[in-house]
């Protein structure tokens, strides 16, 4: 089925498929086969022409010289009348309007077969009569525009003078000597408009509403002076609001004003033809369904002289009777306009409260949608456009001016506007004007704005520092230095507006630093404070009650002046299991944390067991990360793990965060792209454990413009910043280099090594042979991080059923742009990393518009580390990307009640038993079949069961990570001792 839209309401891509098909249609081969029974004109002229469109043309041509009554011969009498006095099988009788109704559905039908989905739009010339020269028709992606130069031939377009011939002319129609009809070859499109002192206007509106008033159809002698609609429609007829005869209205005066090749009967050679009659023929539509009573005439009963125009006839070469034309919807198609739908505006006011300084706020005018009665029209798709306004500063239109809503799919449509907030106070009010192509109505708007400060963030940092901190990271490093290696990223790019504290502790809270505003980028006092506070920590000893540290935290945050800060967040780390009150389930129960809670596990799930940490994040809009067994190649992990929790903190987005080697004498380009919903950026280099100014870092904007150090911090709306660990820019988009404004496009980080700091650094290592042996081979490692406070939102969490060993971990991840889902051509892969190190890429699939989601089997206790990519179009076309890191944690006695006062003393006990277990030699002879040295697990067991917590282990035995674990196992889980026992027993 199919629906016929204005010209106007054309996509480029309808357009462009539109020309396409007329296009093949003039390329594609036609051959006549001969047949006796046909006339001899008929026979003479169609072997003249090779492609179906001039087919077309030499269709209508035939019918328009067949005169009813009297035929080929008659028209071609010298002694008769004028041809264009008497009535043919195309015009100038009741036939008109079916004979061109059946004619421009066949030509419709082969430009869908050769373009599928293809259909043809009307040329409303009657909107376009105030200033017909500059028509959207006229375009060059449409039908190309005016004659000009001597012969007037049309110069642009597709259809221009060198691209498209014209096969089939009729005579010279200059002299209106129609006694020597012919074919001849290759002529060129014509067009003159509004040349001829006949036609010098287009028919408006007015002219319309007089025509689509008349009744009856037609009226006898079914001429061309008949009165009737017909005959108004045709342009033969006197209008008040139109031209009296001889001079034209309606149709014919469509084609007096085109000229040139639109005048005689091989008019069709103007594809504009097409669209013109089209609107001719929507024009019968509507007025069959204003007069639905009123029948076409004349009858089966009419003299014999009106031949191929009585109800029942066949129309002249077109195989159809005039009865199979009355019904447009039978032949399958409608207008765009038939039987609209009933549209009601649900608000006419638009209100942006409370926007942030820099950032987008987007509201809709929401419109409800009832079907008609009938509802017959097969066209599904309503328009709306946004006719004026708004005008204001801030205001502006995300969607643009065109929203094309398909009814079948939804009963709402929604015309979005926005409003960029640049300084505090009110904007407004606005106003706008929004109208429905389909039904004509059209809604005025208003709307209104205000501005607020830039929201500002106060953060804690609570510590770990209890004894376990001081063993072995994995990656060459104890786990404090990982520590104090990773967290200042987190104090260095925090807004000099923002505020931040630490808290340590390990039996008890301390205060580290009270919170303080962070200050300049490098020299703000409160980054100074927290970063001492990170570096100078006292050593590590004792238990860890991380409850307590959440909860000095949250009460150092209670005690800031109220609405002070937009938002408050606590950002705790931990390298254990909670083991001395208060317990992170009473700060549950007890409800006193009202700040966002983000975690970090330095550890494996089994030595945290983070089921009440992940607890409270997920009541609080948190999450916790885990970096499970770290080795070597996890170097950059806890920093970046700060950084995606700053990103939480903030509400800012990680656009991207990849890692490498960079050698000496080799430059590393690596492109990233910002789109225009990014308000402000940091591109952030980590730089590792080299010295910072062995990296020379520079950014290219999209037009090649380099961003260096002094550049940037020579400007306004840029700033660098170089650290111990980090080197960054933060820019505020757009932003202008050299003169030229950049915001939207594909960036690049550029990055160098300074071959003189390099030599020296390498001097350096020579006393560590195996990293030097490193650094020599691979050059020096780094991780390149873009973050962006945007509009353009990407977030994902995982959800689990169970943390015990078995169970499916759900991904799901949602992509929204100014607060609405965005699904413009989006892609979200996951890169999943098991606990025993293996890796797997898994692809999320859209459940619905902007939520992706994917499951999958954790079959084995650990950590599971997700690194999620979105790539994609935004609203503007603009590509982007964005990324996020999670973790699930899975262990035996995941499902366990969370520790609390109650169990307080029931490790101990259980400490005892494994003690007394241990001196059983049936126990002994278990262990060491199972390669496990019982004399390493007793010690274990003492030192972890001491009361003097402080103490340390030996290294071989705190290295032995499977035997660490599995008696970790044992005193959480009794019902390990009790399956142990029994296998035991069962050996021989």
């Known amino acids: 089925m199919t629906c016929r839209k204005n010209v106007n309401s054309l996509t480029t891509e309808e357009k462009a498929a539109f020309i396409n098909a007329i296009k093949l249609m003039k390329a594609e081969l036609y051959a006549y086969v001969d047949d006796e029974n046909d006339a001899a004109h008929v026979r003479a002229l169609y072997p003249l022409i090779n492609n179906t469109y001039d087919k077309y043309v030499l269709d209508h041509y035939m019918a328009m010289n067949w005169a009813t009554p009297g035929g080929w011969d008659w028209a071609l009498d010298p002694m008769s009348p004028s041809l264009f006095m008497i009535r043919n099988g195309a015009h100038r009788g009741p036939a008109f309007l079916p004979w061109h109704r059946a004619y421009i559905r066949q030509f419709e039908l082969d430009l869908d077969r050769l373009v599928p989905g293809v259909t043809l739009p009307y040329w409303n010339w009657a909107a376009d009569a105030a200033d017909p020269m500059n028509a959207a028709v006229w375009a060059n992606d449409l039908m190309g525009g005016n004659g000009s130069g001597a012969g007037n031939f049309v110069q642009d377009g597709p259809f221009r003078a060198d691209i498209w011939d014209i096969v089939v002319v009729d005579v010279d129609f200059r002299d209106l000597d129609l006694t020597n009809p012919q074919v001849r070859i290759d002529e060129d499109l014509v067009r003159r408009f509004g040349a001829s002192v006949r036609a010098p206007n287009l028919p408006t509106q007015d002219h319309v509403d007089e025509i689509q008033a008349i009744t009856p159809y037609d009226s006898a002698d079914f001429d061309r002076v008949s009165i009737g609609y017909r005959a ?36 069709p050679n103007d594809p504009v033809f097409f669209l013109h009659h089209c609107f001719v023929d929507k024009l019968w539509a509507d007025w069959q369904a204003l007069h639905p009573t009123v029948p076409y005439i004349p009858g089966d009963t009419a003299s014999d002289d009106l031949e191929g125009h009585r109800l029942n006839d066949e129309l002249f070469g077109l195989g159809m009777l005039v009865s199979e034309t009355l019904d447009h919807h039978a032949m399958g198609y409608s207008y765009d306009t038939d039987t609209p739908p009933i549209v009601t505006p649900l608000n006419t006011t638009l209100v942006f409260n409370a926007t942030p300084v820099g950032s987008t706020a987007v509201r809709a005018a929401t419109f409800n949608i009832s079907p008609p009665v009938p509802d017959n029209s097969f066209c599904r798709e309503l328009i709306f456009t946004i006719t004026a306004g708004p005008t204001g500063m801030g205001f502006g239109t995300p969607d643009g001016d065109r929203v094309v809503v398909n009814r079948d799919s939804t009963n709402v449509a929604q015309v979005w506007f926005s409003y960029t907030a640049t300084s505090v106070g009110s904007s407004g009010p606005e106003t706008a004007q929004i109208t429905c192509v389909q039904t004509g109505q059209a809604w005025s708007l208003s709307l209104s704005a205000t501005t607020i400060p830039k929201p500002t963030v106060a953060t804690v940092l609570v510590l770990d520092k209890s004894g376990s901190m001081a063993w072995d990271a994995g990656d060459g490093r104890l786990r404090i230095e990982v520590l104090k290696d990773s967290a200042p990223v987190f104090v260095d790019l925090l807004g000099d507006e923002d505020s931040i504290g630490v808290v340590y502790f390990d039996n008890d809270a301390t205060l580290g630093t009270s919170i303080a505003v962070a200050g300049a980028l490098g020299t703000g006092s409160g980054r100074i404070a927290a970063n001492e506070a990170i570096t100078d920590q006292p050593s590590p ?29 606590i950002v705790a780390l931990t390298d254990g299991r909670e083991n001395r009150a208060p317990y992170i389930s009473q700060l549950i129960d007890d409800g006193i944390i009202d700040d966002s809670v983000f975690a970090i596990g330095l550890g494996t799930a089994l030595q945290i067991s983070p089921a009440a940490l992940e607890a409270l994040t997920g009541s609080t809009n948190g999450y916790v990360l885990m970096t499970g067994t770290l080795d070597t190649d996890d170097y950059f992990t806890l920093q970046k793990y700060f950084l995606q929790i700053l990103s939480g903190v903030k509400n800012t987005e990680v656009v991207m965060d990849p890692e490498g080697w960079i050698q000496p004498a080799r430059e590393i380009r690596i492109p990233f792209n910002l789109n225009e919903a990014d308000i402000t950026v940091d591109a952030i280099l980590l730089t590792g454990d080299a010295l910072p100014d062995v990296f020379d870092y520079m950014l290219e904007t999209p037009s090649g413009k380099i961003i260096d150090p002094s550049i940037a911090n020579a400007s306004v709306e840029l700033a660098f910043l170089a650290s111990e660990h980090v080197q960054f820019y933060r820019m505020t988009l757009p932003t202008a280099v050299a003169g030229l404004e950049e915001r939207e496009g594909q960036w690049h980080a550029v990055l160098n090594l300074n071959e003189k700091v390099f030599a020296k650094y390498l001097a350096g290592l020579e006393n560590d042979r195996e990293k030097f042996d490193e650094v020599k081979t691979h050059g020096l490692r780094y991780s390149f991080n873009v973050h962006s406070s945007s509009d353009l939102s990407f977030r994902a969490q995982l959800e689990q059923a169970t943390r015990e060993p078995g169970g499916m971990i759900t991904l799901s991840a949602q992509l929204t742009q100014y607060e609405r889902p965005l699904d413009n051509g989006t892609s979200i892969r996951a890169e999943l990393e098991r606990p025993n190190g293996t890796k797997v890429n898994l692809t999320l699939s859209e459940v619905e518009p902007g939520v992706f989601n994917v499951a999958f089997h954790a079959g084995s206790a650990g950590v599971y580390k997700v690194r999620v990519l979105a790539k994609g179009q935004s609203i503007q076309n603009n590509p982007f990307t964005r990324e996020q890191l999670l973790s699930a944690s899975v262990w035996i006695g995941g499902d366990d009640p969370f520790p609390s006062s109650n169990t307080d003393g029931y490790d101990q006990k259980l400490c005892h038993l494994l003690m007394c277990l241990l001196e059983k030699d049936s126990i002994r002879s278990f262990l060491k079949r199972q390669k496990i040295d019982a004399e390493e697990v007793s010690e274990c067991l003492k030192k972890a069961c001491a009361d003097n917590r402080r103490s340390k282990l030996r290294p071989e035995v705190t290295n032995n990570t499977e035997l660490t674990d599995a008696l970790v196992a044992f005193v959480k889980n009794p019902s390990l001792i009790v399956k142990w026992l029994r296998n035991a027993k069962n050996k021989p």
């Not at 045709?234 to 040139?260: D, F, I, K, Q, Y």
């Open 232 to 267: 108004a429609n045709e342009g033969r007829m006197a209008l008040a609001s139109g031209n009296s005869p001889p001079l034209s209205n309606t149709h014919n005066l469509v084609h007096e004003w085109v000229g040139g090749s639109m005048l005689p009967g091989t008019s």
């Open 541 to 569: 000893g004792g238990s860890t009650s991380i409850g307590s540290g959440i909860e000095l935290a949250s009460s150092e945050l209670d005690d800031l002046t109220p609405s002070s800060y937009n938002h408050t967040a």
